[in-house]
Structures are given as structure tokens and as C-alpha cells.
């Protein structure tokens, strides 16, 4: 029930928070305003929550509707979790009326919240399946990576040489009118599509770009990497095939160990040092562990960053791993020289600064 109307809620417990995207947007449990803290409103993960502000292993970084009432409500501290949380049942029992509610009328509240979650659930997924057709309808009316500034980008501020690989990925193409949220207009932009294992769009990767000091870089934005659709989480962008050819991921051979990279630049530059092998980019580092693959890809081998020990990055590039573990797949790992970063730092030879 508490889901069912987790917006509602929310504007109760954050006068502050903005609805944004499917979720519900505010700064943290401490009711500021921002968007470190996200509520999911819609779906069938209504009234889950997350605080991307927290360490992962923060207990108090995620959880649901009720949990997020525990910790909003300034209960006495009581040092009993048990007592806590029956504090926080009977006040969302009070926010719900069901202590003076009718049987008849409990039922009917338990059909509405059915209902709502169902119907949340359809406009869920009709959005989604809105977004990824706008996603892939933008790069369908994208102009070529040749000859554009995404390739100048890549070419002079990354180093990829695309004479050495002797042609250009498909997946990866410019245009010069992306809509950008946070600079409230249209800029130039590589766009790079994933496409998920059984060969459909999924949705885009956009990186944004600017020219200064007469050279493409990417804009000086905030998030000048962005993805267009949520259908995206567990496809991959196929930025080199290899010794496959055109073949499709989910026809590659037997005994084929794809190089999976998070990001486009790295991938890139390990496909300039093995052009023979299939290389993949994840487009984030969540998405790295579910990404899909077919059955017969029985290993892969992930392009490492050396990320600070301890760090989110680094945990969760742990987690990445074990989720493809559990998915049956041998995992191996490919580092950069312990100087760099990554392998396009190294491409170029930009250290790591230590202090």
C-alpha cells in the first residue's frame, strides 16, 4: 500500500523533493532539496530508494517506503531496531487510516493499491519501450563517425587511430543538435548505440562535446556522458568484432572471449592493441555485470581501471565480476601498467598524479 502511493508519500515526508524521470528527487533522508536520493514513484520497484551520496554498504543508504519512514521521522533513539520499526508501522498505519478502516474498505484500499501498481507497471514499461524508440530513432538520424567531430574527439583528445584499425565502428555515429538537459539546449555529440544480445536497439550512449582551443573535447558539463533509455541496462555497445567479422554477439562462435570494457575510449584503445578480438563497452560499470550474453560465450575477459582501493568504483567492480560469475561465465581481468588509470591514460600517457 505504502507503494503504491510512494509519491504521495514522499511529498509528505520531503515538501522539498521534485518528481523527475519516474522518480521522486531529493537530497538525502534529511529532507533537503537536491537529487543525490532517489525514490522510484512507478514500476514494479515503486517505494525502493537509494542515496548515491552513500557508501554502498551504508544501511542507511537504500531500502523501501518503510524503512524510509524509520528514518525520516525523528523517533527517539531507542538502540532497538524492533521498537523503532514498530514506530514507523504504526505512523504509516495512521498515514494510511487503516486503524479506523472498515474490513470492506481495507479490501477495497488493498484492490486501488493492486490496480495502481498494475497500472503503474504497463505505463512503466510503455515509457520505457517510448524512450528506447526515441533513443534509436536519434541515432537512425545520426551522421557517420567519419569526418566528424566525434571522431575528431576521439582521434586527438584520445589518441584512437582509426587508420590503424582500418575502419570506423558502425555503432558509433555523430550529431550536432542533442538536446542537453543541463545546459537547457542543443549541442554536438557522439551518439553510440547498445544493442542487446538478441540484436534489437536498446537505447543510446551520448557523449556531449565542445570545441575549445581548436580542438573537439567533451563539454564542460556535469554529465557529459549520458544514456538515453532505461532498456539499455544488459546490452552492450559493440565497438570492435574482431576476427568475427560482422557477426552479431549472439552469433559468435564457440570459444569466443569477448573484452569487455566500461567505457567507449578504453574499448577503443584495446581494440587498436588486438584488433583480432571482440571487444564490448558496458557504457557504466553497473552495467558490466548484467550484461548478457549468449550461451555459448562461456568467458570473457573485463578491461580493469585502477580505481582507488576500497572506493565505490573499486567495490564495485568486484561486484561486477561475481555477477557474471553467477551467471556461469569464467572472468578474467586485463590491467593497465600500475601507473595509469586506465588504458587510454596510458595510450597517451597521462599518469595517475599520486599524493
Known amino acids: 500500500m505504502l507503494n503504491a502511493d510512494a509519491e504521495a508519500l514522499c511529498r509528505t515526508l520531503f515538501p522539498l523533493g521534485k518528481v523527475f524521470g519516474g522518480f521522486f528527487n531529493i537530497g538525502s533522508v534529511r529532507g533537503e532539496a537536491g537529487d543525490s536520493m532517489k525514490v522510484r514513484i512507478g514500476g514494479d520497484r515503486a517505494g525502493t530508494w537509494a542515496d548515491y551520496s552513500c557508501d554502498p554498504s551504508d544501511p542507511e543508504g537504500k531500502g523501501d517506503m518503510l524503512r524510509l519512514i524509520q528514518l525520516v521521522k525523528p523517533w527517539p533513539a531507542s538502540g532497538d531496531d524492533l521498537k523503532d520499526i514498530a514506530r514507523a508501522i504504526r505512523w504509516a498505519k495512521g498515514w494510511l487510516n487503516l486503524d479506523t478502516m472498515q474490513p470492506t474498505d481495507m479490501q477495497r484500499l488493498r484492490d486501488r493499491?493492486?490496480?495502481?501498481?498494475?497500472?503503474?507497471?504497463?505505463?512503466?514499461?510503455?515509457?520505457?519501450?517510448?524512450?528506447?524508440?526515441?533513443?534509436?530513432?536519434?541515432?537512425?538520424?545520426?551522421?557517420?563517425?567519419?569526418?566528424?567531430?566525434?571522431?575528431r574527439y576521439l582521434a586527438d583528445a584520445?589518441?584512437?587511430?582509426?587508420?590503424?584499425?582500418?575502419?570506423?565502428?558502425?555503432?558509433?555515429?555523430?550529431?550536432?543538435?542533442v538536446w542537453c538537459t543541463e545546459a537547457q539546449q542543443k549541442l554536438p555529440a557522439g551518439v553510440s548505440l547498445f544493442v542487446g544480445v538478441d540484436g534489437q536497439a536498446k537505447g543510446v550512449h551520448i557523449t556531449y562535446l565542445a570545441f575549445e582551443r581548436g580542438g573537439w573535447g567533451k563539454a564542460r558539463l556535469e554529465n557529459a556522458k549520458i544514456i538515453r533509455s532505461p532498456l539499455y541496462w544488459g546490452?552492450?555497445?559493440?565497438?570492435?568484432?574482431?576476427?568475427?567479422?560482422?557477426?552479431?554477439?549472439?552469433?559468435?562462435?564457440?570459444?569466443?572471449?569477448?573484452?569487455?570494457?566500461?567505457?567507449?575510449?578504453?574499448?577503443?584503445?584495446?581494440?587498436?592493441?588486438?584488433?583480432?578480438?571482440?571487444?564490448?563497452?558496458?557504457?557504466?560499470?553497473?552495467?558490466?555485470?548484467a550484461m548478457r550474453f549468449p550461451d555459448r560465450v562461456r568467458a570473457i575477459e573485463l578491461v580493469g581501471q585502477h580505481d582507488k582501493p576500497g572506493s565505490k568504483a573499486d567495490e564495485s567492480m568486484e561486484k561486477q565480476i561475481a555477477h557474471q560469475q553467477a551467471a556461469g561465465r569464467a572472468v578474467s581481468c586485463l590491467w593497465p601498467d600500475p601507473a595509469f588509470k586506465d588504458f587510454n591514460d596510458q595510450l597517451r600517457g597521462a599518469r595517475m598524479v599520486t599524493a
Open 113 to 151: 493499491a493492486r490496480l495502481a501498481a498494475e497500472r503503474a507497471e504497463r505505463d512503466a514499461a510503455a515509457n520505457a519501450e517510448k524512450k528506447r524508440l526515441s533513443a534509436w530513432h536519434l541515432w537512425g538520424h545520426s551522421g557517420p563517425l567519419k569526418g566528424s567531430p566525434f571522431e
Open 158 to 177: 584520445r589518441g584512437i587511430d582509426f587508420a590503424a584499425l582500418g575502419k570506423y565502428p558502425s555503432a558509433l555515429r555523430f550529431r550536432g543538435d
Open 235 to 289: 546490452a552492450h555497445i559493440p565497438i570492435w568484432k574482431g576476427a568475427c567479422g560482422a557477426m552479431p554477439l549472439r552469433d559468435v562462435p564457440e570459444g569466443t572471449v569477448p573484452r569487455v570494457s566500461e567505457g567507449i575510449e578504453d574499448a577503443l584503445t584495446i581494440a587498436m592493441v588486438d584488433p583480432s578480438r571482440r571487444v564490448v563497452a558496458a557504457g557504466t560499470l553497473g552495467n558490466v555485470g
